[in-house]
């Protein structure tokens, strides 16, 4: 291998997490989210202050956090019955789609 081969094969390398990473579908997030609408909107914008917003987050927190939900880690009433019934291919899609969405900030700019 040459320096340039050398470089390349590093740079591949380094992708190899992030492609991991994004993991989940974004589409099937979409449908698979239909639950979650009436308290966090379809794009991720909640109805209510009381509901948190999910639309421009990182993918990965939302994963965590769900999974923690799941898992009793993270304890609430409300999420606790909804993140009950994810499996992990849910958890991944669904928060690729929400992941996918605007944030709040974003819409704010405009
Ligand atoms: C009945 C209303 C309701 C529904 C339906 C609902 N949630 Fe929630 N969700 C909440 C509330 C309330 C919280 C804040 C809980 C807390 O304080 O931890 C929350 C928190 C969250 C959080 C954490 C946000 C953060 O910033 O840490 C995520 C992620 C989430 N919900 C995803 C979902 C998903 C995915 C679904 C559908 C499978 C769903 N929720 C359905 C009410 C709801």
């Not at 492609?19 to 966090?40: I, L, Q």
Request: hydrophobic letters at 40%.
């Amino acid at each position: 291998m040459n320096k340039l081969q050398i470089a390349v094969a590093a740079g591949l390398l380094t992708l190899i997490p992030a492609v991991a990473m994004s993991a989940g579908n974004a589409a099937e997030g979409k449908n698979k989210s239909a639950v979650c609408h009436a308290c966090h909107g379809p794009t991720g914008q909640s109805v209510q202050p009381i509901y948190p917003n999910l639309g421009g987050q990182y993918q990965d927190y939302l994963a965590k956090t769900l999974r923690e939900y799941r898992n009793g880690t993270r304890q609430n009433a409300i999420m606790a019955g909804f993140a009950a019934n994810l499996s992990d291919d849910d958890i991944d899609d669904i928060s690729a789609w929400y992941a996918s969405q605007q944030g709040l900030t974003e819409i704010k700019d405009k």
